[in-house]
């Protein structure tokens, strides 16, 4: 997801996997989420019964998910945007995926 410029929003840059169809070309309000929350929050985000994103994101889209885990990506220290995942299994990120994705994220 990309931040807009008004930093109101997030729109999905590129969507891949399961479901892909509901996420592409998707504007959703920053404050909704998860991938919002570690925007707003600055830090990485897991969520293992996908409760965040199911204001975000339609039953639809989040059919066959049940765990979800989500960093801000940084330029020169701002956010701009998330890097948001999802799982098939409530267990799906762990300690060892957080801190790989935090490295994704810088």
């Known amino acids: ?3 807009d410029e008004n930093r109101t929003h997030l729109k999905t840059a590129c969507a891949s996997g399961e479901n892909r169809e509901f996420f592409k070309d998707l504007t959703i309000n ?3 989420g998860l991938a919002g929350k570690s925007v707003c929050e600055d830090k990485p985000q897991t969520d293992k019964k996908i409760f965040a994103d199911r204001k975000a994101f339609s039953p639809d889209a989040l059919k066959n998910l049940k765990s979800s885990i989500a960093v801000p990506l ?4 701002d956010v701009f945007g998330a890097l948001q995942l ?3 299994s409530e267990n799906d990120f ?9 490295a994704i994220g810088e």
């Open 1 to 3: 997801f990309l931040v």
């Open 86 to 88: 999802f799982g098939a």
């Open 30 to 32: 920053l404050a909704d």
């Open 94 to 102: 762990d300690a060892d995926s957080l801190v790989l994705i935090e």
């Open 74 to 77: 940084r330029k020169n220290g």
